[in-house]
């Protein structure tokens, strides 16, 4: 156990200013300090094992958000890349009763390229009823789509692995948990469940909430859209009981059903593992995608103005296309970012792999700023080997 301030953990040499910059980022962090878990591979061999904070350990679950969607669209494109699934074969295909209010040509890629207009419910959802993934995409996908499917994008925040869990499961017969326990979590030690067990409660550290002060409340109230506005329905704002987003994590039901789109919970070294046998050979396992996979889901589908988030944005095949996001990695980046500072990906150009948790959520929640530092020193020593 640690003050903010001190950073733990091992870097290979060549990667010392990964750490100093790790270590920039507790020393500046201010009240409470920093509690963050930060891991990395190059080419399939940790270089960077770092963690800092009261209570936090390399082996701490924290809640990941969105980042988990990163893992529920890597099931997905193991299964299209064993001929189970097509991308661009209509969703209705696998699921007859989606073909209503103008879904029938939605494309499984479009679905993962957040451009069905299904962001939410009208009149949103119970927290017991938005942890059940099955219960989302029945009522989803008898629902009217809020634009014109395959017309515009737009970030389906808390619903979207819902919806392409729903297609997994008609045509495999299992969940995207099930799916990623037994390809990716069991045989490749991957520290990330969908669903945590009771055994591993006592790793779990609960989520805390942005440091607020009277500026940054008035400015978080300005920033609201009314709660029937697509920005409202896409956050569930349109229920009268919904939770801030970084208490999700802490809800038990949350934990216990393990929603992909935002309830799965993982450490830095479960997320960085993830990554790093996606694209590359670690501890002798052949990559689980082909360069051909990676490539296809690494390419962008949608970019330009987000209808829900209301700013530029560009989405790859169900992951974000992280290449955007920061410039300094190379083009074909993808992983997924977490409203709670999480930031996580594969960049196969470099034969990188990353991953970034906090336990406390930046103000406002985003990928947190230090992220952009981190990555660059990361790269740059890459580089040096290369």
Not at 24 to 37: N, P, R, T, Y
Not at 265 to 288: D, E, F, K, N
Not at 291 to 317: E, N, W, Y
Request: glycine share 10%.
């Amino acid at each position: 156990m640690t003050d903010g301030n001190v950073v733990n953990g091992t870097v290979e040499a060549g990667f010392d200013s990964v750490r100093e910059e790790f270590a920039a980022a507790a020393a500046s962090e201010g009240v409470g300090g920093l509690s963050a878990q930060l891991v990395a591979y190059h080419h399939g061999r940790p270089v960077v094992d770092l963690w800092c904070g009261p209570e936090v350990t390399g082996d701490s679950l924290l809640g990941i958000y969105s980042a988990g969607k990163g893992a529920a669209h890597l099931v997905v494109a193991t299964l299209v890349q064993d001929g189970v699934l097509d991308l661009d074969q209509r969703v209705c295909h696998y699921w007859p009763e989606f073909a209503v209010h103008g879904k029938d040509d939605l494309s499984l890629r479009e679905l993962m390229s957040h451009r069905s207009g299904l962001v939410g419910a009208d009149g949103g959802f119970t927290v017991a009823q938005l942890a059940d993934d099955h219960v989302v995409a029945q009522r989803l996908g008898a629902q009217r789509p809020y634009w014109r499917p395959g017309s515009t994008f737009g970030y389906h925040a808390l619903v979207i692995a819902a919806l392409t869990g729903e297609v997994v499961r008609r045509a495999t017969g299992k969940t995207i948990g099930e799916h990623f326990t037994e390809r990716i979590r069991v045989p490749h030690g991957v520290d990330l469940y969908f669903g945590l067990p009771e055994d591993k409660e006592h790793l779990f550290l609960s989520a805390e909430p942005p440091v607020q002060t009277p500026e940054r409340l008035a400015a978080a109230t300005a920033a609201l859209t009314p709660p029937n506005s697509i920005n409202g329905i896409a956050f569930n704002r349109n229920h009268p009981d919904n939770p801030p987003v970084w208490q999700l994590p802490n809800i038990a039901v949350v934990r216990r059903m393990g929603p992909a789109s935002f309830g799965a919970v993982a450490s830095a070294r479960g997320l960085a593992r993830m990554y790093a046998v996606a694209i590359g050979a670690v501890c002798g396992a052949a990559p689980l995608l082909t360069p051909d996979t990676a490539a296809t889901f690494g390419q962008i589908q949608s970019t330009g103005h987000d209808m829900v988030l209301r700013q530029h944005k560009s989405f790859a095949v169900g992951f974000h296309a992280t290449s955007e996001v920061y410039p300094v990695l190379a083009q074909g980046a993808f992983g997924h970012s977490g409203a709670g500072g999480q930031q996580a990906f594969a960049d196969p150009r470099n034969g990188l792999a990353y991953a970034y948790s906090r336990r406390r959520t930046p103000h406002p929640a985003a990928p947190a700023p230090e992220n952009d530092r981190i990555i660059a020193r990361l790269v740059q020593s890459a580089q040096r080997f290369d």
